[in-house]
Nanobody, 118 residues
């Protein structure tokens, strides 16, 4: 059974930092591109960041470039999202997503809440 379990969310003041983690199990992690998405209330889910299997390529939403960093540890089956200089508009539920590099089927985590407020 595939599981993606996010952790690290919480409440932080503007300008603060959080580090999200997503631990994967039940799949061959090194065959999956990993992504972070987020969904704010009343808005559609959007792609925040993605990272390829070999970590050579990453992509970011324009709104988080220069502030967020995605990384992965294939030995620990874990993907991370370091979020710095957080803004109130970063408030959302953040979801981990795994996409098979060939067959393109994917899996989702249950989400973790990030709230940025003074």
């Amino acid at each position: 059974q595939v599981q993606l379990v996010e952790s690290g969310g919480g409440s932080v003041q503007p300008g603060g930092s959080l580090r999200l983690s997503c631990a994967a199990s039940g799949l061959t992690f090194s065959r999956y591109t990993m992504n972070w998405y987020r969904q704010a209330p009343g808005k559609e889910r959007e792609l925040v960041a993605g990272i390829t299997i070999d970590e050579r390529n990453t992509n970011y939403a324009d709104s988080v470039k220069g502030r967020f960093t995605i990384s992965r540890d294939n030995d620990k089956n874990t993907v991370y999202l370091q979020m710095n200089s957080l803004k109130p508009e970063d408030t959302a539920v953040y979801y981990c997503n795994a996409v098979h590099r060939i067959f393109r089927h994917d899996y989702w985590g249950q989400g973790t809440q990030v709230t940025v407020s003074s």
